[in-house]
């Protein structure tokens, strides 16, 4: 049975943030958070100031590295951007009667960050996205919370452009997926997200969402003393339960949600089948080396093979080398 543990352990170092980019993104989100302040400060003196709280992949510490987009300038030279996705929710709390439209609380933002940058800033139905021009975005989703009284907890509402005001608690969402959460659940989900983005730049069909992929690690969490393993008993337990019936549903507020559907089923399935052959088929090589060219397929050269010992090679070597005798040996 191959053994490609120390692989996968590798391949979580190559895809998980290092302490330098955390670091930049954290500024970067420090610098906008700092700019919508002066903005409120210096222009609405007189409304409620927003607050911010972090949300998404990046405090669930299960972001990945993101393959690159190549971008050609006008000058026909090539560059790799690199799209990282950070969330930092913008919080408008106050009295309901003061609750403003949720196109006034996008215009306040984006009229905050438009000059941010010199690529600038989108508005999108949930959220105002700050672009950068090595190619990550941050979004700034937008939030009405009312004024708690006599210790009775409130919701938090998503002002969404379309849907107008939605029930939405991300903070819990990311507290419920960090509670008892192994190291071992967040390099798995991590294999799961870096696999995804190998599919979507494979395939014209999308792959569900980071969010969705994280449930379903979360909630069909396989460990093992090997991470192998451990991954592919996780996805087994996924296409298990999917088989049965093609549904995620948020665990949190919006519960009951099913997130999930807008993808399609036959291609994730598709996918995740042939992914789980493949590691069936790892596992029960007898040559690491093979068997990690069989985890390469799916999951992209980030997960090298470069190390592993090729133990065929060993076998042929020991048949190819002709047996020596000691002529002068005596008799048995």
Request: proline residues 4%; contains cysteine; glycine residues 4%.
């Amino acid at each position: 049975m191959a053994n490609n543990h120390e692989q996968f352990i590798e391949f979580n170092q190559s895809i998980k943030l290092d302490d330098n980019k955390k670091k930049e993104l954290r500024k970067n989100r420090n610098a906008l958070r700092d700019k919508i302040k002066k903005h409120f400060n210096d222009n609405k003196p007189n409304e409620v100031k927003p607050k911010f709280s972090a949300q998404g992949s990046f405090m669930m510490n299960t972001i990945v590295n993101p393959l690159p987009n190549q971008e050609t300038d006008d000058d026909g030279n090539t560059k790799d951007l690199y799209p990282y996705d950070l969330d930092d929710g913008v919080y408008f709390i106050d009295e309901l009667d003061n609750r403003k439209s949720t196109s006034t609380y996008h215009n306040w933002i984006y009229d905050a960050v438009k000059d941010h940058t010199s690529k600038g800033a989108i508005k999108k139905n949930t959220c105002v996205r700050v672009l950068y021009a090595d190619g990550h975005h941050i979004d700034l989703p937008i939030y009405f919370k009312e004024i708690e009284s006599d210790g009775e907890k409130t919701i938090p509402y998503l002002a969404h452009k379309s849907e107008g005001y939605v029930k939405s608690d991300p903070r819990k969402f990311y507290k419920w997926f960090n509670k008892d959460a192994e190291k071992q659940l967040k390099r798995i989900t991590r294999y799961f997200k870096a696999w995804r983005d190998k599919q979507n730049k494979s395939y014209s069909t999308k792959m569900p969402s980071g969010i969705v992929l994280s449930i379903l690690a979360k909630e069909n969490f396989c460990s093992d003393e090997r991470d192998d393993i451990a991954f592919r008993d996780t996805l087994k337990e996924i296409k298990r339960v999917l088989d049965i019936e093609y549904r995620c549903e948020r665990p949190t507020t919006k519960k009951g949600e099913d997130l999930i559907q807008k993808y399609s089923e036959n291609h994730f399935k598709d996918r995740l089948k042939k992914l789980i052959e493949s590691a069936d088929a790892a596992i029960e090589h007898k040559n690491p080396k093979e068997a990690c060219k069989k985890w390469q397929k799916h999951l992209g050269d980030r997960f090298s093979c470069s190390n592993v010992e090729d133990s065929s090679k060993n076998e042929s070597k020991s048949y190819s080398e002709p047996a020596v005798f000691n002529v002068n040996a005596g008799s048995a």
